[in-house]
């Protein structure tokens, strides 16, 4: 079966301090992966996508990266984090289009930037 | 650009009763699906129900079921006999079909309480 790991569950971190999460998926090979950040009240913004090693697709522009350095790992970086970096991160990850169509999600990062 | 909208932040609902949460969505795409998550207080997102836009019937999953509307672009979850459990978030999500580059795009979200 596949599972998805999300770490940590918590951080809380200084402005201008850097940052990494980490996101891997096992039992399935070639997934899609994706970055979300909720703020509070909010909806689930897509941060990045990647369908496969090394090829990142980022929706909006801002203080983040990410990057997939293999097939089933996905990293969220900031160099220096801001205020407005807080929120709660969540990584999924799908099978490529057909009819495999639902989205797994990881439990989540709950980021405080102070 | 595809967008989701959930016009209702907060919604409660008696026990045992039937509440409805809406969704509209914005795309010139023929073929994508269209999705309703929950995320209760333990914030693990799950999914709980799913229908093809080319499919004229409407999903069900036990007490859950859609109105979906395709002309109009809506997408409204009627969830029956509420229970306690299912006090959460709920969104309403769009995926195009059949692509590599499958994005899945959240609405804002219903709050939706179960009043005991």
């Known amino acids: 079966s596949q599972t998805i790991h999300q770490w940590p569950a918590t951080l809380v971190q200084p402005v201008g301090s850097p940052l990494s999460l980490e996101c891997t998926v096992e039992?399935?090979?070639?997934?899609?992966l994706y970055w979300y950040r909720q703020a509070a009240g909010r909806g689930l913004q897509l941060l990045f996508y990647s369908v496969g090693i090394g090829q990142i697709s980022s929706e909006v522009p801002q203080n983040l990266s990410a990057s997939r350095p293999q097939d089933r790992q996905f990293i969220l970086s900031s160099k220096k984090l801001l205020l407005s970096d807080s929120g709660f991160y969540l990584c999924?990850?799908?099978?490529?289009?057909?009819?495999?169509?639902?989205?797994?999600f990881g439990q989540g990062t709950r980021l405080t930037v102070v | 650009a595809q967008t989701v909208t959930q016009s209702q932040p907060e919604m409660s609902v008696q026990e045992a009763e039937t509440v409805t949460l809406s969704c509209t969505y914005d795309t010139s795409e023929n073929n994508y699906y269209l999705f309703w998550y929950k995320q209760p207080p333990s914030r693990q997102m799950i999914l709980v129900i799913r229908q093809e836009a080319y499919k004229q019937q409407n999903a069900t999953e036990n007490r859950f079921s859609v109105n979906f509307q395709k002309a109009a672009k809506s997408f409204s979850l009627k969830i029956s006999d509420s229970q306690l459990g299912d006090t959460a978030m709920y969104f309403c999500a769009f995926m195009k079909q059949k692509t590599s580059y499958d994005k899945v795009i959240f609405g804002p979200g219903t709050s939706l309480s179960v009043i005991p």
């Open positions: 999924a990850w799908k099978w490529k289009g057909g009819t495999n169509t639902e989205a797994f």
């Open positions: 039992g399935t090979s070639n997934p899609n």
